[in-house]
């Protein structure tokens, strides 16, 4: 599989890349790592114009603490995060969701953290070559009207197979978009939209610049299932953040629980998690109804097109959010 022809454009400096990206916007890429775009490119899934690298602008690529958040640079590469120890200890879900990041060759040459986010969606009835795809009709997202996944469908049911965004949107992350002249920035969890053909509400002239992460105290931790241990996208994933009272250590006040690998965008089950407010750490058995209530809530929305059969997969839901509040707990108490 070749890679198809486009021009490369190498901005020295953030304010030209913007420049770049208000200029050409539907016929640019932005290239961070390259390892979800060039694969996509070379499949003939998508045939940018213009490539805009990031490769020289260092000034995206840092993770500092400020005030009460962690910022941390688009460009900042999934290593760079796992060995972070102002992560592993104030955002430890986003640690333990990078180390599974495909394989240590994605992590420490090319991925990055703004790519993981902005991947596209993927689907097996489509994420395949020309030749496979061409031997069949076309569906929603290559340009016909159809979904393979899920009967009558009238949108993509592609799926976010992110781990880094399941485990930043569990810490309640924010990002920073850029754009020439101007700046915004949204929460995470509002940043998709619901169709699997265009999943993010960015703007072809904007670019990530930032991710914003509160450190403001709280236990976090990310569970995943795949098929293989590496080298392999998450097939059901579970990212959760429990804060607790400032008068009783052991007692949760807050928390958060994101699926992920379920639907078009990882899934924030405020009401599944709202009813660990007041429930000691201790207390698996309500541990187990939220998470058997994530499942329900996740069911809603899950198609089979990521592999395994989608019984298993909503199954396994429940599993991983289990896992990931004992694992939280475990390591508030510590
Ligand atoms: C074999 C294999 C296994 C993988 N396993 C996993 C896995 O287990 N979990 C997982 O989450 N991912 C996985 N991936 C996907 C991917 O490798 C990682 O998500 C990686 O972190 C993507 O980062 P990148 O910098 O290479 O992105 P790129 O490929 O450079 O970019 C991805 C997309 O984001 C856009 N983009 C990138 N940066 C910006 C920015 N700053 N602003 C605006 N747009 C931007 C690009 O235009 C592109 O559309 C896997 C990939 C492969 C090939
Ligand atoms: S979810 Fe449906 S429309 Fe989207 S890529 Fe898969 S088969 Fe195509």
Known sequence: MRLPRFDYLGPDTLDEALDLLA???????????????????????????????????????????????????????????IASDLIQ??????????????????QH????????????????????????????QACHKDGGKICYARDASDRCNSTCQSD??????????????????HERTVDLANFYTTDGIMPFAIE??????????????????YQRLAYRSAIDYPIVCAGVLLKLSASQKNIIDDARIVVGAMSRSPLFLAREASSLKGKKLTDTEAF??????????AAAFAVH????????????VSEMV?????????????
Do not use: W
Request: aromatic content about 4%.
């Open 23 to 81: 200029t050409h916007r539907e016929e640019a890429k932005i290239l961070a790592g390259g390892t979800d775009l060039l694969v996509r490119m070379k499949k003939g899934l998508l045939t940018p114009k213009f490539l805009i690298s990031l490769k020289a602008l260092n000034e995206l690529s840092y993770i500092k603490k400020e005030n009460d958040c962690i910022k941390i640079g688009a460009r900042t590469s999934i290593a760079d995060i």
């Open 89 to 106: 200890k104030q955002a430890r879900a986003l640690s333990q969701a990078c180390e599974k990041i495909g394989a240590v060759t994605i």
């Open 109 to 136: 040459y090319r991925g990055t953290i703004g790519g993981n986010i902005l991947q596209n969606n993927r689907c097996h009835h489509y994420n395949q070559s020309d030749f496979h795809r061409s031997g069949r």
């Open 164 to 181: 880094g965004a399941t485990a930043l949107m569990a810490l309640g992350a924010k990002i920073v978009l850029a754009s020439k002249g």
């Open 204 to 221: 072809s002239y904007e670019l990530l610049k930032e991710i914003i992460v509160p450190a403001e105290g709280g236990s976090s931790a």
């Open 288 to 297: 187990k109804k939220a998470a058997d209530a994530s499942m329900n809530s």
């Open 305 to 316: 097109n990521v592999g395994a059969t989608l019984e298993y997969r909503c199954v396994m």
């Open 322 to 334: 289990f896992r990931a509040l004992k694992s939280a707990a475990q390591d508030a108490k510590a």
